[in-house]
């Protein structure tokens, strides 16, 4: 079974940085898709983050820029670095995958489009606090 868990969230001042890390166990599969999603009470969820299995990232208006995507395969670890920090970054974030997808149809499901039910695997999230 897949098990995804996130870390690295808390609360800082606005201009600060944080760094947050999925962890991925039991995972196997090819053309996978990886992703960061955020959301604040009584809203949806946002992508704003991905990057493919060929390594191709892409990222939504409100975070390009300031935050990037990468991840470690040989750690099976998924990274979201968030600098420049802002009051409106502050939301639950989560990470997710799944297999199958072209670099394209991944960026198109996590960002574009947003489309988090095609994803099947997705971590319990982590707490992103920003004050001004």
């Known amino acids: 079974q897949v098990q995804l868990v996130e870390s690295g969230g808390g609360s800082v001042q606005a201009g600060g940085s944080l760094r947050l890390s999925c962890a991925a166990s039991g995972y196997t599969g090819s053309s996978v898709c990886m992703g960061w999603f955020r959301q604040a009470p009584g809203q949806g969820r946002e992508g704003i983050a991905s990057i493919a299995s060929d390594g191709t990232t892409m990222y939504a208006p409100s975070v390009k820029g300031r935050f990037i995507i990468s991840k470690d395969n040989a750690k099976n670890t998924l990274y979201l670095q968030m600098n420049s920090l802002k009051p409106g970054d502050t939301a639950m974030y989560y990470c997710?995958?799944?297999?199958?997808?072209?670099?394209?149809?991944?960026?198109?499901?996590?960002?574009?489009?947003?489309?988090?039910?095609?994803?099947?695997?997705w971590g319990q999230g982590t707490q992103v606090t920003v004050s001004s």
């Open positions: 997710a995958a799944d297999s199958g997808f072209s670099p394209g149809e991944c960026e198109h499901i996590v960002v574009v489009a947003t489309n988090p039910a095609l994803l099947s695997y």
